[in-house]
């Protein structure tokens, strides 16, 4: 059974920072993308960063709102994906959704919540 485990939310004041991990277990075939998505409140989900393999190589895409703001990393021997956030913005406010993509599947995570307030 596939699962995958978030953590790392929080409350942090504007300018903070916050890392989040996701942790997939259960997957036994290659995986092809990692990445993480976000839902403010009243919001649709959406891209924050992803980190796509194309043999030995890692691509990582960012939304424009995150540029130079947030780092995506990969682990591919632990399954582990991870979001370095720094100078945190109320607007980056939302539950965070780890997404792991394999050939003919895709999973996702429970969510977490980072909250950014003074």
């Known amino acids: 059974q596939v699962q995958l485990v978030e953590s790392g939310g929080g409350l942090v004041q504007p300018g903070g920072s916050l890392r989040l991990s996701c942790a997939a277990s259960?997957?036994?075939?290659?995986?092809?993308?990692m990445g993480w998505y976000r839902q403010p409140p009243g919001k649709e989900r959406e891209l924050v960063a992803d980190?796509?393999?194309?043999?030995?190589?890692?691509?990582?895409d960012y939304a424009d709102s995150v540029k130079g703001r947030f780092t995506i990393s990969r682990d591919s021997a632990k399954n582990a994906v991870y979001l370095q956030m720094s100078g945190l913005k109320p607007e980056d406010t939302a539950v965070y959704y780890c997404?792991?993509?394999?050939?003919?599947?895709?999973?996702w995570g429970q969510g977490t919540q980072v909250t950014v307030s003074s």
């Open positions: 980190i796509t393999s194309r043999g030995w190589i890692n691509y990582a």
């Open positions: 997404r792991v993509v394999t050939i003919g599947n895709d999973y």
């Open positions: 259960g997957i036994s075939i290659s995986i092809n993308a």
